[in-house]
């Protein structure tokens, strides 16, 4: 026996011709938490699913646990023997099945002909909502919740599990902060109780916090596995993009006539009287707790709901938007939040998600699409968007997750909007990309278009956006130029 | 209470109501103890194919193949019956739930192994089993069924005035397949397997889900229901006429459809499934006590498919009602 939980040694994981991972090892030990960090696409999700046999690494590899098994590849059957559980990044939950069952899905595949009591079920899950200290109702279906819901369902899964090692892709994506401390203390918890969590993050701050030791990949190489005392933010995302990585404060700028002007807007249990006017060239910042309206506000926006009472001027006009439609025509393009379900069409080519927005555009004569017009315009956003594609023909799911977001943004980004609405356009997206989609941001905010950029968090707002809007229980509580406090007061007013 | 009420379930039990009461009022041989055992009697064989259907589609598959399926496993179980003296019941049922398991643990196979899509590889086995069974059977009903086959065996009588109405056997068949396909759905670790595996494959695999099996399952589970229904029809009808369940897979998939069931998987129950045929055969035999014409009957099964449905999807169009924000489809 080792006081390892786990060693996978010269791990290669190949799809076509292109290796996700070349060689890598990585081991764990009992009771630790791990970070695996590196920019998007450069394997972090690829080894979690070669350690839980999802994926089939080439051979040579080695796959060994606690237990002492050990073998050159592994079936999802074995992984959950070992213990091993997982939160996967893109939330593996069953949309029909309620909370509880969900959280509790395990059992039933452990178990298939032991009858499902309902009571024992409940309370279990109801331990662990109240161990989270979270807001989750059992009987819920799960395709009724939103997507930080839907990652706390996946949460208290493994939470639910007998589980020894558990691995957490990007848990934290979309949580507030609230439910990112809560979980984190979790992580603590669980690490003392002897349970290995290997814990994958963009977000530095958390990753050094919690972690002990942090493996680094780099284009499915293996960097290294560090300790992270003594590790800065500064020095980490160095080793992870080769780069130093730095964001210089945006500073005044000029700015046109108004572009959008809101008045009033109101829509009844959501939002209530809010007013403002951003004008060409200039960055909004909106931010405020979850459910505070900020997303709604946007959606109102962009067409897909009705406002109950208020105004919205494009450009001075008055406008009334039917649906979306209407809203993309009149230029206003929103990059929603959840990227899996409303962003993308998982199973279409990376081509035609890209072009979805502007078929009728790329159309000459009318209705013919010319198939090199429309890669022409995809590779030219891969480019721009310096987006890491193998192939533009394979279905968008291959992606890694950061990366499918820069396509949702080059889809919105070739309609060439006046208004472009980004609703937490870097949430997986790893520092350098972050740095890289803010760059253009910019250069977009240069050429005049004017931008709302919905965030939660500070320092993206205090970096980027020209003025800030807080919002509380869906009214504007409080305007201000960013440049007047520092990013822990702006912290602080977000999250009062 | 609202919620038990808006499900599908609970808006055909009212809709049931509704045209019982009506029905009631407005004929005269509606609300009798013999109409109503004579329904039973009369759907029990729909009823088993119907709770066949809803695991399949639970588990995000079709299958049209069922009704003939069906067909094969009356005609072969008789037929090789016939060359050994008759047989009895227990050898019957026996070949029948070896036979009617085969032809869907074919279908599993196909779709399993070969990753065909379900309504290909089934309007294939379709064409596949009807075409053969035609064929080989040059089309020819058999009429000179056993004996302990051709005798109705009554399960339970209720004495009337002027003589006495009897359920019979296929009733209590039916029972019994209801019972255990609904025990099956809504109360084994296997049957939210079926659910969590047609709601989000995906995840049912990285789940350690074992799909062969639970597609195994799920055909084979069906096949065994049409090679019972299949019996029962020959039973009640006192022949084997080989086209005589051809078309009928559309009716029990409107009827099951009806109940809650959806065509990508990971919805529907035994009771929304049972409660459809019911309320499909209450109108029919209401128009029929009303000397209404057959072809409405299609007519309105249609309408109340297509209400049905858009009922059910309002919450989703009205995007008020979503408490979720971008429930709705984001679209360009
Ligand atoms: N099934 C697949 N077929 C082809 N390529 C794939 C497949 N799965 C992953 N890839 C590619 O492998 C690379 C690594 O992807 P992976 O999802 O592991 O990245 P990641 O490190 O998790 O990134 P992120 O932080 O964005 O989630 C990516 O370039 C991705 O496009
Ligand atoms: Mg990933």
Redesign the pocket.
């Known amino acids: 026996m080792t006081d390892y939980a786990l060693k996978a040694e010269n791990i290669t994981q190949k799809?076509?011709a292109?290796s996700?991972l070349k060689n890598v090892s990585f081991d764990l030990k009992v009771g630790e938490v791990h970070c695996l960090a590196?920019e998007?696409?450069?394997?972090?999700?690829?080894?979690i699913k070669v350690i839980n046999g999802v994926h089939r690494p080439e051979p040579g590899a080695r796959i060994g646990f606690g237990s002492g098994q050990s073998a050159g590849h592994i079936t999802p059957s074995d992984a959950k023997r070992n213990g091993v559980h997982v939160i996967w990044?893109d939330l593996a939950v069953f949309p029909d099945l309620t909370v509880a069952e969900n959280i509790t899905f395990d059992s039933f595949v452990a178990s298939p002909l032991k009858p499902v009591g309902s009571r024992d079920r409940k309370r279990r899950v109801n331990e662990i909502i109240a161990r989270l200290d979270i807001d989750l109702d059992p009987d819920e279906l799960v395709g009724n919740l939103s997507i930080a819901k839907r990652q706390l369902v996946a949460i208290c899964r493994v939470l639910d599990a007998d589980a020894k090692i558990i691995f957490m892709d990007?848990p934290t994506a979309s949580l507030t902060r609230k439910e990112t401390e809560s979980l984190l203390r979790i992580v603590r918890r669980l690490s003392a109780a002897g349970i290995s969590v290997v814990f994958v993050s963009?977000r530095l701050a958390e990753v050094l916090d919690v972690c002990e030791r942090v493996t680094v990949?780099r284009d499915g190489n293996l960097v290294g596995t560090y300790p992270t005392e003594g590790m800065s933010q500064k020095k980490l995302s160095k080793l992870m993009t080769g780069m130093d990585v730095h964001e210089e404060p945006r500073g005044p700028q000029t700015f046109g006539e108004t572009a959008i002007e809101v008045k009033g807007l109101t829509r009844r249990g959501e939002f209530a009287d809010v007013s403002f006017a951003v004008r060409r060239g200039e960055i909004l910042g909106l931010t405020g707790l979850m459910g505070s309206g900020r997303t709604e506000i946007a959606l109102t926006l962009f067409g897909m709901n009705k406002a109950d009472a208020g105004q919205i001027l494009l450009e001075g006009k008055p406008v009334s938007f039917g649906s979306n439609k209407d809203a993309i025509a009149a230029g206003i393009a929103y990059v929603s939040e959840d990227r899996l379900n409303l962003g993308l069409i998982q199973n279409q080519s990376i081509i035609n998600n890209t072009a979805i927005t502007v078929l009728d555009d790329l159309a000459d004569p009318p209705v013919f699409l010319a198939p090199s017009r429309l890669s022409q315009l995809c590779t030219s956003w891969i480019a721009r968007l310096k987006t890491?594609v193998?192939d533009p023909r394979?279905p968008v799911s291959?992606?890694?997750?950061?990366?499918q977001q820069r396509i949702v943004l080059a889809k919105w980004l070739a309609t060439n909007p006046k208004v472009l609405i980004l609703d937490a356009p870097t949430v997986?997206v790893?520092v350098g990309a972050k740095a890289g989609i803010f760059e253009i941001v910019r250069d977009l905010a240069a050429t005049g278009m004017s931008i709302i950029l919905i965030s939660d968090e500070a320092s993206e707002i205090h970096t980027h956006a020209d003025r800030c809007l807080i919002l509380r229980n869906g009214r504007i509580h409080q305007q201000l130029d960013p440049a007047d406090v520092d990013e822990e007061k702006l912290e602080e007013l977000i999250n009062a | 209470m609202r919620k038990a009420l808006l499900s599908p379930e609970g808006i055909l039990v009212v809709l049931i109501a509704v045209v019982s009461a009506y029905l009631s009022v407005a004929t005269q041989g509606f609300a009798t103890v013999q109409n109503m055992f004579d329904l039973l009697n009369n759907q029990s064989v729909n009823i088993i194919f119907a709770v066949g259907l809803v695991v399949v589609l639970v588990s995000g598959g079709i299958d049209i193949s069922f009704s003939v399926a069906a067909s094969v496993v009356q005609y072969v179980v008789i037929s090789y019956l016939l060359t050994i003296d008759g047989g009895n019941w227990a050898i019957a049922a026996l070949l029948t739930c070896v036979v009617g398991i085969s032809l869907g643990l074919l279908n599993a196979l196909l779709i399993h192994r070969f990753r065909i899509v379900s309504i290909i590889v089934t309007i294939g086995t379709f064409n596949l089993f009807f075409g053969l069974l035609m064929y080989l059977s040059g089309g020819r009903s058999i009429y000179s069924i056993p004996d302990w086959l051709y005798s109705r065996i009554p399960v339970f009588s209720y004495e009337l005035e002027r003589g006495s109405a009897t359920l019979y056997l296929p009733v209590l068949v039916m029972a019994v397949m209801v019972v255990l396909t609904g025990f099956i759905l809504s109360r084994t670790g296997l049957g939210r397997q079926i659910y969590g595996f047609g709601s989000n494959p995906d995840a049912a695999k990285r789940s350690g889900v074992n799909v062969a099996f639970v597609q195994a399952f799920a055909y084979g589970w069906l096949g065994l229901c049409a090679g019972i229904a299949g019996l029962m029809q020959a039973h009640i009808v006192r022949e084997v006429v080989p086209n005589a369940l051809y078309g009928r897979e559309l009716d029990i998939l409107a009827a099951v459809v009806l109940g809650g069931a959806v065509l990508g998987g990971g919805r529907g129950t035994v009771t929304g499934a049972v409660l459809g045929v019911m309320l499909l055969a209450l109108i029919q035999n209401g128009l029929n006590l009303l000397g209404i014409s057959p072809f409405v009957f299609k007519v309105v099964v249609g309408v109340i498919i297509l209400s049905a449905i858009t009922v059910r999807n309002l919450d989703r169009l009205l995007p008020k009602l979503s408490s979720v924000n971008g429930k709705g489809e984001a679209d360009a």
């Open positions: 799809f076509g292109f996700a590196g998007n696409g450069c394997g972090k999700s690829t080894l990044q990007e963009h990949l890491k193998s394979l291959v992606l890694s997750g950061g990366n997986g790893d």
